[in-house]
């Protein structure tokens, strides 16, 4: 019964995760130098091959992210008390 818990609890994360960091975002950026300029590249919404190149210091990705994985938690919060 708890394998079975985990893996639906496993299955309902990955989702969200798969959408809400941008690719590149494992890059540990809290352990480089906060200011130095990493870039990523992105995908543009609305097209399927169409990228953008986004640079930001190590500081300004961890708040990036920080934010990101904020309001994911908030949105899935918000869908759990409303029963969906």
């Known amino acids: 019964m708890r394998r079975?818990?985990?893996?639906?609890?496993?299955?309902l994360s990955l989702p969200a995760a798969?959408?809400?960091?941008?690719?590149?975002?494992?890059?540990?950026?809290?352990?480089?130098?906060?200011?130095?300029?990493?870039?990523?590249s992105q995908e543009v919404i609305g097209s399927r091959l169409a990228t953008?190149?986004?640079c930001h210091t190590a500081a300004e990705w961890a708040q990036y992210e920080r934010e990101m994985r904020l309001t994911t938690d908030r949105i899935q919060m918000q869908k759990s008390h409303q029963g969906g």
Do not use: W
Request: some cysteine; charged content about 20%; overall charge negative.
């Open 4 to 11: 079975l818990i985990l893996v639906a609890l496993t299955a």
């Open 52 to 54: 953008e190149k986004t």
């Open 18 to 40: 798969a959408f809400a960091y941008p690719e590149g975002a494992g890059d540990h950026v809290a352990t480089t130098d906060p200011n130095k300029v990493i870039c990523r």
